[in-house]
Structure formats: C-alpha cells, structure tokens
C-alpha cells in the first residue's frame, strides 16, 4: 500500500508478534489507555455486558493479555465459576497474572500459555469465549475460529472485539491517526516506533466487518451478528455453537 506494507510470510509474522508483546507488555495498560484516550474501557464494559455470563459458567478469555476481560469475568462467574486467561506470549501472561493477584482476584482464575490456532482444551469445554484485540494477531484466523468452535460448548457464546473498518467519513482522519500520531507517540513513551507501526498495519490488514462475520459462520457459528462501536474503529461480533 502507500504506507509501504509489504506481506510478510506466515512464520515471520509470528515471530513479529512475539517480539511486539515482549517488548509492550510492561507498557501496555498505560499506552492503551493513551492511545484510545481511555475508550478501550469502554469497549471492553458493552462486550462484559453482552456476554450473558453468569455465577458458576467457566469462560475462556483467548490472548487475554493484561487481563482486563478476566478480572470482570472472574467476579462476575463467582467461586463456582471458572476464567482461563490464555495468551501465546509469555511476558503478557506474567504482567496479566501479576497485575489480577494484586488485585485480589486469583480463586477462580488460571493461566494457560496457548495459540489461538490449538487450543489445548477438551471439547465442548466454555460456556463463553472472548478475544479482544487478539484475533488480528493470528497467523490463521480461519484455523483460531475453528479450534474456538471445538472448545466452546452447545448453547455457547463467541465474542470477537476487535480494530474493524471505519466508516468512510473517518478514514482520512483514522489514517492520520493511526500511521503518524500513533508511531510518534510509541516512540515517546517506550522508545519503540515500531511495534505501534505494526499495531497500525495489523489493524488495516484485519478482515473488515462482514467478512469477519463470514469466516464466522464458515467456521460452523450460528446467528453471527456484529456492532459498529465508535464509527466502525472496533466491532464486537458474537456467534453461537448449537
Ligand atoms: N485482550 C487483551 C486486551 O484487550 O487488553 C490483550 C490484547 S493484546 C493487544 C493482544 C494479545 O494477543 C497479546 O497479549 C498477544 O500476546 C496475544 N496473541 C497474539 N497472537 C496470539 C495467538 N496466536 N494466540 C493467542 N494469543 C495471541
């Protein structure tokens, strides 16, 4: 594209996508709360209120990451219930568990290190699966969905939040955003230009709104919709496994 994005191969961009996590993860609350000005919580309080989770269900929070999702999760399952917070990248995993045993929250949560692409869980296991902001780090969705669809349970939920397309009026401006300012402010505050230029181009790249909802569906979930938040900057969308 006119941002210079070349395709790089599958095994280079996991790769990639390691070394961006290593390198945030100390920084990672402080730089989402900057960079969305605090909208992520947001985000993340409509996804929480849709999940229809209740007392004693086990959730599965997929590249979980710092654990924001898991924390609410946690008490909202109660003693009875269950949350795995699972993320590929070790150094996330650390400062997520790290940050929930502060703050109290360790009962009904675990940790597990796992690729999206092969979960390591039973079938029919969740009553709820999450990915926020995780899915467009994975090599191969198509393979991720599936595996989701394999471990969810009949009657289940999947709620996928994450960058989408921008309605065309915010384009220009999104662009401006996220290929000048973003970079500038990485290099500011972490000394790393790089990773939030990948955050960038890994966000454009993405599969847009309906063709998420067709990989969706194509992966055997059922009444798949999405929700245009924030003109279309993040979509949640969910699917059920009958
Ligand atoms: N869910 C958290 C949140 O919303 O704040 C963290 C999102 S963070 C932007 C993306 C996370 O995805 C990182 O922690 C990264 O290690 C993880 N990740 C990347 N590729 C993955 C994969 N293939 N399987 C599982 N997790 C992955």
Redesign the pocket.
Known sequence: THFGYTEVPVEEK?RH??E??HSV?SK??LM?DLMSMGI?RLW?RFTLYNSQVRTGAKVL?????????TARFSTMVGERGQVIL????A???NV?RNRLIDRGLAGNIDYVQ????SLPFPDNSFDCI?????LR???DKDK?LASMFRVLKPGGQLMI?EFSKPADWLAPLYDQYSFKVLPKLGQLLTRDAESYRY?AESIRMHPDQETLLSMMENAGFERCQFHNMTAGIVALHRGYKF
């Open positions: 996991a996508v390691a961006v996590f993860a990672y609350d989402n992520h993340k929070d997929i590249a979980g990451g710092t654990g924001d999702l699972a993320d590929i990248n150094s996330m995993l997520g796992a690729n999206a692409e999450t990915i926020a902001f995780g780090n994975v090599t991720a939040l955050l």
